[in-house]
């Protein structure tokens, strides 16, 4: 491996690192907390999007795993079931693939304003893992609502808000402060 590879490498790993931490401790600030799981933090999705943007996609993949596991750490909420299946359904659902999916956003790496493509996808993709999680798990507490319709409701409530909140600051920084968005090989082009 030659040496500019390996500074590439390492840079994309502490960058990684230290966005992780960012978005770890933005989720503890918690503006609205759901009942059976699920939250409004500010803007706690940013610096996971920013690490597919900077690095690309297989970093940004392997930091919102990374990230789930936290999450999970952080604050496990298990099914209402006591089921293998069920428990494996809120990990891969609520955790594994809900935050996996922000990497996403490194298929808009390089893009001018890569972000305001990037976090409408990815949140929509983590909100549908949730969905399909109330579904498939949480359909429990629906009451008299159908189970797509709960689903539906509670999850957009807090993601919906989630994404604006991200919209928001993102643009905010795509226009004041571009650079944030732009990963080391590309910084290094521009200079």
């Not at 940004?60 to 079931?81: I, K």
């Not at 809120?90 to 594994?96: A, E, G, I, K, T």
């Amino acid at each position: 491996m030659d040496i500019n590879k390996s500074r590439e490498h390492l840079r994309s790993l502490v960058e990684s690192a230290v966005l992780i931490a960012v978005a770890f401790v933005l989720s503890y600030v918690t503006l609205i907390k759901m009942p059976q799981g699920g939250a409004v933090t500010p803007v706690s999705m940013l610096p996971l999007l920013m690490i597919g943007l900077r690095c690309g996609p297989k970093w940004g993949l392997g930091a919102g795993f990374v990230y789930a596991g936290l999450q999970m750490m952080q604050e496990f909420w298990p099914p209402p079931t006591a089921t293998v299946q069920g428990y494996v359904a809120v990990v891969m659902l609520d955790y594994v693939a809900a935050f996996t999916v922000l990497g996403l956003s490194g298929l808009f790496r390089g893009k001018k304003y890569g972000l305001l493509y990037a976090a409408p996808l990815c949140l929509l993709l983590r909100f549908l893992s949730h969905f399909f999680s109330g579904v498939v798990v949480w359909g429990i507490y629906a009451g008299d609502l159908p189970v797509w319709l709960y689903s539906l409701t509670y999850n957009g409530s807090y993601m919906g808000v989630e994404l604006a909140m991200t919209m928001l600051v993102g643009a905010i920084l795509c226009k004041t402060a571009p650079e944030l968005f732009i990963g080391p090989k590309k910084a290094r082009n521009r200079a």
